[in-house]
Nanobody, 125 residues
Framework: QVQLVESVGGSVQAVGSLTLSCAASGNTFSRYAMGWFRQYAPGKEREVVATVNWSGASTYYVDSVKGRFTISRDNAKNTAYLQMNSLKPEDTAVYYC?????????????????WGQGTQVTVSS
């Protein structure tokens, strides 16, 4: 069992920056690939934003955030991060971190086993 606790999001102006963190419980963090997802409205599908494999060496980004967002992890601290730069109003969403048993990240929400509570990110123009 893994519990994920996300940092508080926030409200920023366009072109601003924000970094989210996701702290995991337990001592098996390195056995999980991690992903960040976002949900634009309740009931809408969660969209993958970025994924990282167990070591941090392999990452994936959805096209809309490439060059602006960076996913990373620190296995010694049991924490994953999502650094968001050059934010746009269309990045406004609830952001979730997720963990899946397995070494490789996947792009669909159904493939993840554990989820954080979600944190609101609002970008104003």
């Amino acid at each position: 069992q893994v519990q994920l606790v996300e940092s508080v999001g926030g409200s920023v102006q366009a072109v601003g920056s924000l970094t989210l963190s996701c702290a995991a419980s337990g001592n098996t963090f390195s056995r999980y690939a991690m992903g960040w997802f976002r949900q634009y409205a309740p009931g809408k599908e969660r969209e993958v934003v970025a994924t990282v494999n167990w070591s941090g060496a392999s990452t994936y980004y959805v096209d809309s955030v490439k060059g602006r967002f960076t996913i990373s992890r620190d296995n010694a601290k049991n924490t994953a991060y999502l650094q968001m730069n050059s934010l746009k109003p269309e990045d406004t969403a609830v952001y979730y971190c997720a963990a899946r048993g397995g070494l490789v990240g996947r792009r669909t929400a159904d493939e993840y086993d554990y989820w954080g509570q979600g944190t609101q990110v609002t970008v104003s123009s």
